[in-house]
């Protein structure tokens, strides 16, 4: 099996705030290989990491060492990111625009595309993959479950290359949640704040009822219009 084959085994996390912190603890607790660099030196984060079971290692080494690297940072630096040695990378983005934190930026709030797609625009041959952003960090410390549990919450994926999600989704029930796939790349314009599914805490049936009724909520209407595409409206 391809996805088999190319499965993540050492995970990268770039960002060392309170998400990636819980996203480090729930894959070295499923036993992944993680890396996690913050945006100084890792010195500094090395003994909570430590705690957990990651590695602090620089944002070089978490570029160069991982299967996979998560990008967990404040959405507005993803500029920053290293084109040439993400290229070829599994790239699993994270991040959402917070204006309080990425300031009032309208290239990362029109509504013609999603943030991810931009972030595909910008890691120019890296494979992105919307994940892992939509459910709060808090939520994702308290609810990971085993596989097949009662009431399991999910997490919704997009992207565009169907072995890189079956790769994504086999990291996302690893860390204790079902993965629902919610479309292509654009699609993550659906896991954004401003849409139903931003914040949802909730098993996978009603997850999809949400991304169902995407088209005809207010800002599933907002989007279409922005793109030129006929709203469904009710």
């Known amino acids: 099996m391809e996805s088999e084959a190319r499965r993540i085994r050492t995970l990268g996390i770039l960002g060392a705030g309170r998400l990636g912190t819980v996203l480090a603890r729930l894959a070295t607790s499923a036993g992944y290989r993680v890396l996690a660099a913050g945006s100084k030196d ?3 984060i090395s003994p909570a990491m430590k705690a957990i079971g990651a590695e602090a290692v620089t944002a070089a080494t978490v570029v160069t060492e991982s299967d ?26 994270a991040m959402n625009y917070w204006w309080g934190s990425d300031g009032i930026r309208d290239d990362l709030s029109d509504a013609r595309t999603s943030t991810s797609e931009l972030v595909q625009e910008h ?7 919307k994940a892992l952003s939509h459910m709060g960090y808090q939520d994702l410390e308290d609810e990971a479950r085993p596989s097949g549990s009662a009431g399991r919450k999910a997490i919704a994926i997009a992207g565009d290359d169907p072995v890189d999600l ?15 796939i919610a479309g292509p790349l654009s699609s993550g314009i659906m896991l ?21 009724r995407f088209p005809t909520s207010q800002r599933g209407i907002v989007v279409a219009r922005a793109r030129g595409e006929t709203p469904h409206q009710v």
Not at 123 to 129: K, P, S
Not at 169 to 180: I, Q
Not at 195 to 208: H, I, M, R, S, W
């Open 123 to 129: 890691l120019t041959g890296a494979r992105v993959v």
């Open 42 to 44: 890792p010195a500094l």
């Open 68 to 93: 996979a690297v998560i990008l967990a940072l404040p959405l507005g630096r993803y500029r920053t990111l290293p084109v040439d040695e993400l290229r070829g990378t599994l790239v699993i983005d």
């Open 192 to 212: 954004e704040p401003g849409a139903e599914a931003f914040g949802a805490d909730v098993e996978a049936a009603q997850l999809k009822e949400m991304l169902d």
């Open 166 to 180: 079956s790769i994504v989704a086999a990291l996302v029930s690893d860390l204790g949640f079902d993965p629902v």
